[in-house]
């Protein structure tokens, strides 16, 4: 345990297998955390995340730009919308995709994680779409 306060610098990302880049934040790798981890991700018009779940642990998602649309559930069947100012809670282990429905705009969101490490309980899923 450590008692020196971290800053992490932004600019850092790393290639997530949700399918695209996140802004490094706080996490194990980056600052040593053991309970929690928090990035910023900025998702392109028009992409979606992989879909995907994080067994054992919940997020958080607090939407800063852009809008965000979630399919979630068995075969990814139920959906959610968020909007700027909106706060999202993800249940550990649900399965869920995020998808920036915008043409012009990223989306853009800082999420949160109980789990400390940056990619460690995503678990990949089939795409329904796909199948």
Request: hydrophobic share 35%.
């Amino acid at each position: 345990m450590t008692d020196e306060i971290v800053v992490v610098p932004s600019g850092q990302t790393y290639e997530g297998k949700q399918g695209h880049a996140f802004f490094a934040g706080i996490s194990t790798e980056t600052a040593g955390s053991r309970g929690l981890c928090m990035h910023l991700v900025r998702i392109p018009p028009g992409a979606r995340d992989n879909p995907h779940r994080h067994d054992g642990h919940e997020s958080a998602i607090y939407v800063i730009s852009g809008v965000a649309e979630g399919r979630y559930g068995a075969d990814l069947a139920k959906r959610v919308t968020a909007n700027p100012g909106d706060f999202v809670y993800i249940p550990a282990g649900v399965p869920h995709q995020a998808i920036n429905p915008s043409t012009t705009e990223h989306l853009v969101a800082i999420i949160a994680r109980t789990d400390p490490h940056e990619q460690e309980s995503v678990v990949l899923l089939p795409d329904p779409d796909e199948a």
